[in-house]
């Protein structure tokens, strides 16, 4: 008689749950399909809930060259996301009574600035004062593309006066988990590549995650793109990986990202009050190598990351038991903003799907009328130009951006996601109104020198 009224219930549920899923796919799928005809996402994206794949699907080519399109084993960069990582070698390190989040970096060495008050600690939480890395200017005119050791590159910022008491701010730094690394290294006497093998990619056997190569061979890798004046689709500033190290040097895939996702939820990679001082926001909802936010009034705890040619975003729901990964080997790529409308797919919220654009062809006698130098009050200056029949724009000393024509009057810039609009004020002066989001700008044509 209970398997008469059970039977039913089940078969309900179940067609939920399909129905459910389906659902989410679908808009899923119609929301990065549109990113991707503006040219703002190609990459690959998991949506789980409940411990089950409910979407996964590629876009876009994983190499322009070879066409190789991008997939659920496509390997990416990504960027930050590596802290995660790297925090959590470091609560394994203190498992196993190697080190303490509360010893001072001058325990590993000894003549580290200020090293007696900085503690592992601060820089879990980018509480320490240290100077970002990429923050300096020698960083992307000569170190981002040299090779390196942890060593070399400690020293590189090791001397810098501290931004502030350790643990008195918060101030994002790729340096402090340059230093993890090295101290991870120099409390086991072990490479770094090998304890994020030992704690982690063998425990949860990810086959296509690790430290990323300059020339490392696999037919499953990505590679990265940028947008420039020239081509929309433009190889990335070359990155020697060797600098970033647990910072952003890591490579992986939307499988094996949500393999560690399911690893956090149990015991398998972290006892309990290993992952509760990991996930305790220390300042600025940033914890130890994740963020501990509120996301469309739900917990979430994540973490993004962009290298040159890549962006990446891991997102958990841990109440809902959700999880969402993004990964792109395109630097344009709207990663926030597809990332939070995906989450409001799944959560049944209200999401903007992005706005499709035409584009239309303008004589140069046209484009020719919008020429000029145009200012903004007690700001820089555009300056326009025509440049092979057209309308281009360069802010200052950058580099020129294309003004694609939507109309006579409205151009959209691709580069920075902007629309602008061409008109004469009541003095018959032209102006230029730039709209990005809901900021506004008014540039005026000035007279030609």
């Not at 459910?20 to 789980?48: E, N, R």
């Not at 196993?96 to 600690?121: M, R, W």
């Not at 402090?176 to 704690?199: H, P």
Request: proline share 4%; net charge positive; hydrophobic share 40%.
């Amino acid at each position: 008689m209970i398997a008469k009224f059970v039977l039913p219930l089940l078969t309900a549920l179940l067609f939920s749950v399909a129905a459910f899923s389906q659902d989410v796919a679908a808009k899923a799928d119609a929301l990065l399909t549109a990113y991707q005809k503006m040219d703002k996402f190609q990459g690959t994206v998991l949506i789980a809930k409940g411990g089950k794949i409910i979407f996964e699907k590629g876009y876009g080519e994983a190499n322009r060259t070879t066409h190789q399109m991008n997939g659920p084993q496509t390997e990416f960069r990504i960027g930050s996301v590596s802290k995660s990582f790297t925090a959590i070698v470091v609560m394994k390190l203190q498992e196993e009574g190697l080190l303490t989040i509360k010893d001072p970096v001058k325990k590993y060495i000894a003549d580290y600035p200020k090293g007696d008050s900085i503690l592992l600690e601060n820089l879990l939480s980018h509480t320490s004062g240290i100077k970002s890395l990429s923050g300096m200017k020698e960083y992307y005119d000569k170190w981002i593309g040299e090779p390196a050791t942890l060593p070399l590159t400690v020293s590189r910022f090791k001397n810098e006066p501290l931004r502030f008491s350790p643990g008195d701010k918060y101030e994002y730094s790729n340096s402090n988990y340059i230093l993890l690394s090295y101290i991870a290294e120099l409390a086991t006497g072990k490479s770094f590549t090998n304890l994020l093998q030992q704690y982690i990619i063998k425990p949860l056997n990810l086959q296509q995650t690790g430290l990323d190569e300059n020339n490392r061979a696999s037919k499953q890798k990505a590679t990265g793109y940028q947008a420039t004046p020239e081509a929309d689709y433009a190889l990335a500033r070359f990155n020697d990986m060797s600098v970033m190290s647990g910072a952003g040097s890591m490579y992986s895939t939307a499988r094996d990202l949500y393999q560690l996702d399911r690893a956090l939820y149990g015991n398998k990679l972290l006892n309990n009050a290993s992952k509760q001082q990991l996930f305790t926001p220390r300042k600025n909802n940033y914890a130890l190598g994740w963020e501990v936010d509120s996301t469309l009034g739900r917990l979430s705890i994540s973490h993004a990351g962009s290298i040159d040619g890549y962006l990446a975003n891991l997102v958990r729901f841990p109440e809902q038991d959700v999880c969402i990964v993004f990964l792109s080997n395109y630097f344009e790529s709207k990663g926030p903003q597809i990332s939070k409308a995906l989450a409001a797919i799944v959560f049944n919220e209200p999401y903007e799907m992005p706005k499709l654009r035409k584009f239309i062809s303008l004589p140069t006698s046209q484009l020719q009328r919008y020429a000029g130098r145009y200012q903004l009050e007690n700001g820089p200056t555009i300056h326009v130009f025509v440049e092979d029949d057209k309308l281009k724009g360069r802010l200052e000393q950058q580099a020129p951006f294309l003004l694609l024509p939507e109309s006579e009057t409205q151009f959209y810039v691709k580069a920075v996601d902007s629309e602008v609009v061409f008109s004469k004020n009541s003095e018959g002066q032209m102006e230029m109104k730039m709209q990005q989001g809901k900021k506004a700008m008014v540039f005026k044509r000035a007279a030609e020198k």
